[in-house]
């Protein structure tokens, strides 16, 4: 017998577990969510591994967030442990910390040295800025541009080139912006208001966000398994949208990444919940799960990171790639969704080619439902 719903919602990560959750407790509306994959939460999935360890099993998810409405909204569907990342970065021999600050200037440079760095920053700059590494790079000041060249070279260009298989000047500067310059002691690789992490995981709070009278799930499923077995009003499609019309106007590139999960005999791995390798070593970086969840036993999990090309069907798409020209295809890729808005939307990092932390992907969310679903 065909089973109706208000809406089918393809992708249960956070756009399409928030959006469902909203349509049943604030528009009355049920909701089919389907996805891929064997189980619910997107990359923020997260359970345990075979030694009992709660690990991110597609890499570190890091909650953080100054917006009062995101983190009320998700409060309600899980408690908080205070979690505040720290990075250290493996930087001409030495530990320092990430994003690059006035303490990794004391550690790689003599006292004399370093207190005059620290000095023309603070001049051309003022104190607890943070600068982009390719501005500070055209600063007017010689001692300035001569540091954030080192700056360039030891920390930002291997690990961009890894991460990107790009040049830095190749990508948007949003990239580059994203890790700037801290001219700070303030070793916290966040400095949000929020910050915390759900404190029986990621997987739990989806499961609550989705437990709603209305809202069905189906796991291993793809949108072109339903055949005539379901029917529904309005599409909320969530993956990629160049997928979606089957590549029609060719495909948006995305980068991928691969990672050796190791498991160790023993309380803690490294210092910090994750070190990056921005010049040695083919990964970039080396994240302890535990560092994050906060759980302590006699065995510790780590995720060793390695960025890889993205190859549609085989790889998972994890970054879109920011460069003009992908802006621009997926804006013809919009051009073609708007031909039938009224009965499908788009949206999530997948169907906005956008990369969201996950404050902004809840904050998407949450406004998509407001001014397009019930406005």
Do not use: C
């Amino acid at each position: 017998m065909k089973k109706h719903y208000d809406w089918l919602i393809v992708g249960a990560g956070y756009t399409g577990a928030i959006i469902a959750e909203r349509l049943a407790t604030q528009a009355g509306k049920t909701a089919l969510v389907i996805d891929r994959r064997d189980h619910i939460a997107g990359n923020a999935y997260d359970r345990r591994n075979d030694a009992g360890v709660l690990y991110h099993q597609y890499g570190p998810h890091i909650f953080h967030t100054n917006s009062h409405a995101v983190a009320d909204y998700l409060s309600a569907f899980t408690e908080w442990l205070p979690y505040e990342h720290r990075v250290l970065g493996m930087v001409d021999g030495r530990i320092i910390p990430i994003p690059f600050n006035l303490t990794s200037l004391e550690i790689l440079f003599p006292k004399a040295e370093a207190e005059r760095l620290a000095k023309i920053l603070i001049e051309a700059y003022g104190i607890d800025q943070k600068v982009p590494i390719l501005k500070m790079r055209e600063n007017p000041v010689q001692g300035v541009r001569d540091l954030a060249d080192f700056i360039y070279k030891n920390v930002f260009y291997g690990y961009t080139t890894k991460q990107w298989g790009l040049e830095p000047e190749q990508l948007s500067p949003s990239v580059t912006a994203r890790v700037p310059v801290h001219i700070s002691y303030d070793d916290r690789y966040f400095q949000d208001s929020f910050q915390n992490m759900p404190k029986e995981g990621y997987t739990k709070m989806f499961e609550r966000i989705l437990a709603q009278q209305g809202v069905s799930v189906s796991l291993n499923t793809d949108l072109a398994d339903l055949g005539s077995e379901v029917s529904y009003d309005r599409l909320l499609y969530t993956g990629a949208i160049d997928e979606y019309f089957d590549y029609v106007l060719g495909e948006l590139p995305y980068r991928s990444l691969d990672f050796n999960f190791q498991t160790y005999r023993q309380q803690r791995h490294q210092a910090v919940g994750q070190v990056n390798y921005p010049v040695s070593h083919d990964f970039t970086r080396i994240t302890e799960m535990g560092h994050l969840t906060q759980e302590w036993s006699d065995v510790t999990t780590v995720a060793i990171e390695y960025p890889v090309a993205h190859v549609p069907g085989k790889t998972i798409p994890y970054y879109p790639i920011p460069r003009d020209e992908n802006q621009e295809l997926h804006n013809r890729y919009v051009a073609l969704a708007e031909k039938d808005a009224a009965n499908v939307l788009f949206a999530g990092r997948l169907g906005d080619y956008r990369y969201y932390n996950m404050d902004q992907a809840v904050g998407r969310a949450l406004a998509l439902f407001n001014k397009s679903i019930v406005a």
